[in-house]
């Protein structure tokens, strides 16, 4: 890993090819892979290749917007949580832009409502570009507020 960047045990994240400027993530070493919160999730065939379309509330605390996104699939996995729960997930191909970088990733689908991050940024995702700092957040980048009407 050559100059790695330092991040947050939090971050805001983007998935430009879910159409998600910017996400809150929990930084997780303890998962290999990342997760995303995801709902009414329907696979589809296109052009021969296997797909999942899903729906998602991007911000904690409102279940008024939904984002729909679309993503190949690359397979579907048993998946143990960190209560020791099984559950078969989805696994998507996008990618993640964590500060100047943006990488390919693997990420499993997951009914995140009951949780405080609506994605976890698994250690596979980061592991040659980031070094943890747990006592930090948000060091890559700052929440993008949307800006009142004539400001």
């Known amino acids: 890993m050559s100059d790695p960047i330092i991040i ?7 998935l430009p090819e879910l159409g998600i400027k910017q996400i809150k993530a929990k930084v997780d070493t ?11 999730i329907k696979p589809f065939s296109e052009g021969g290749v296997e797909h999942v379309e899903f729906r998602l509330h991007p911000m904690q605390r409102d279940l008024e917007t939904i984002q729909v996104c679309r993503a190949p699939v690359i397979d ?5 949580d960190s209560g020791g729960h099984k559950e078969d997930r989805w696994v998507i191909a996008t990618s993640v832009t964590i500060g100047p ?3 390919p990733i693997e990420m499993t ?6 949780m405080l ?3 976890l940024l ?9 070094l943890v700092n747990p006592a930090r957040s948000y060091l890559v980048g700052k929440r993008k507020r949307k800006t009142k009407p004539g400001r």
Do not use: P
């Open 117 to 119: 991050f609506r994605m």
């Open 122 to 130: 698994g250690r596979t995702a980061i592991k040659n570009i980031a």
């Open 76 to 80: 579907q996995r048993t998946v143990t």
């Open 109 to 114: 689908l997951t009914s995140r409502d009951e």
């Open 101 to 103: 970088h943006t990488l």
């Open 8 to 14: 947050g045990w939090r971050e805001w994240v983007g």
């Open 30 to 40: 303890g998962a290999r892979t990342s997760a995303l919160h995801a709902f009414e």
